[in-house]
């Protein structure tokens, strides 16, 4: 196995792991944080959820491996209802939305299968 084959196979878990993570908390606290003025993007709401919810899913199936795809696309669709019930029950303004979580879960489906595809590729499936 040549260098990089061992360096990439030592470390992909981890940084797909602290990459999870950072991106869960990313989500969070735009997930519950109050209004504040115009959106920042002009893109709309639901294209941002998919995008945030797919950058979400991607490393957590590489983390998981891609026998476990099924479980990584659940756990990132549980934690997007998780973030719109917890949005109804803050006092920011900020309401729960079906069609949002229909978007958290489309991008995690998207996320999930880019995930797969990579790992199909990768001789290095966990």
């Known amino acids: 196995m040549s260098q990089m084959n061992s360096l990439y196979k030592r470390w992909h878990r981890p940084v797909c792991a602290v990459s999870t993570l950072c991106i869960a908390i990313a989500i969070t606290y735009l997930s519950l944080k109050g209004h ?12 941002q959820h998919a995008i945030a919810y797919c950058a979400l899913a991607a490393p ?9 795809w099924l479980r990584a696309f659940i756990i990132a669709v549980a934690y ?15 309401t729960a939305s079906w069609l949002d ?6 991008g ?10 990579f790992l199909q590729k990768s001789r290095f499936d966990t």
């Not at 504040?36 to 294209?47: E, Y």
């Not at 995690?108 to 299968?113: D, E, L, N, T």
Request: hydrophobic letters at 50%; proline letters at 4%; one cysteine or more.
């Open 36 to 47: 504040a003025g115009p959106p920042a993007l002009n893109v709309s709401d639901k294209i």
């Open 60 to 68: 957590l199936t590489i983390y998981l491996g891609k026998a476990n």
């Open 80 to 94: 997007g209802l998780l973030m719109e019930g917890l949005q109804s029950m803050t006092g920011t303004g900020r």
């Open 101 to 106: 979580a229909l978007a958290n879960a489309a």
């Open 108 to 117: 995690a489906s998207v996320g999930c299968y880019i995930a797969w595809l």
